[in-house]
């Protein structure tokens, strides 16, 4: 308990100035639009103010030195919002026009975060009383020391998942994804798991990072989740790794064959026209799971760039009976092959059907 007393008045001491106060927050948003619909809503108190703090739309009540007269009046402000906190604020927050002078605030933001640099950076306090601060600064709302405290801690105990998860989740919440990723990375290597590997997916798709997308997809599959085939498969032909691709799921299908490591496979050389390879693939996966009108389109297609009529209509006319006739795209190629061929007896009955349908193109 003394520890804990000594912590908070040590946090209170370091990172306060004659610029700061207390102050409860109420909402923060990081919508601009959204913040900016919020203020026409009525039933805020009135000493409450709309800040623009760090990318964030933040609405804060009161301005007081004394922690204890804003704690006594939290309880008030619940009843505006059930998670309102009390937060530390620069008083010049509460100015009228919102603003300081650029030359205050830079100082104000050097001396507090030199303050804390030079301290953490050169004190190798104990886990458990650096974890301790690192909750204070997390409590209180004050994510750049939060952030500065994590770092140093990450730095002193690269291989402990504690460390490395705070990290990441203080990088997001600061607006840093592409940092995140790589704690959360850091961290999937300790010790993985099924609601990591799904963080790291969403962050790789924002930050646009397909090596590690395909990294997590590829081992969620690996971990019975052959749902994200397709997802996989979409994502080596955006990044243009079609060949590890088929490696992957040559490898998956050696070990445990499946019809949809096969198909992938054929779409993925389909995709890199490697229409020989595909073909032969193919051959095999037709006597097991039989034909499949999306890959005999495109070996229709195929065909018919490389002026093979016969071998196209082949294609086309073996899933015609099972093709649905508002597939355009089948059913205009099989037209344009029959024209080119000179068939003009197929070609007049399956006109004919099309427009008793209404689907003759225009």
Known sequence: ????????????????????????????????????????????????????????YMLRCQCESDYKKVATSLKNYKMYASDAIVVSTYTYHFDTNQTAPESTKINEVKSKESGVKKYFLTTNMSPDILKLTLDIMLYSGDLKNAYLIAKRGVERFPNELYWNNKMAQIALWSNRPSEALDYYVQAYQLRSSKELRQKIQMLASQTQNQDIGIKMLEDSIRAGEESNTTKLAELYKLSGRIEDGVHFFDSLN????????????????????????????????????????????????????????????????????????????????????????RDFDELYDLLLKRWKLGLLRP
């Open 1 to 56: 308990m003394r520890i804990i007393i000594f912590i908070m008045l040590f946090v209170r001491v370091l990172f306060s100035n004659e610029g700061s106060c207390y102050s409860v927050q109420l909402v923060s948003i990081s919508d601009r639009d959204v913040a900016q619909n919020s203020l026409s809503i009525d039933g805020y108190p009135q000493e409450c103010k709309w800040l623009h703090i760090n990318r964030e």
């Open 254 to 341: 050696a070990k445990h064959p499946c019809v949809d490591f096969q198909a992938t496979i054929i779409d993925l050389l389909l995709a890199n026209q490697e229409y020989e390879k595909a073909q032969e693939r193919y051959d095999v996966f037709i006597p097991q799971y039989g034909t499949r009108e999306v890959y005999d389109l495109q070996f229709a297609k195929a065909a018919f760039l490389q002026k093979n009529l016969p071998k196209a209509l082949m294609y086309l006319r073996r899933n015609a009976s099972t093709v649905a006739q508002s597939n355009e795209e089948y059913w205009n190629l099989y037209i344009d092959i029959l024209w080119l061929s």
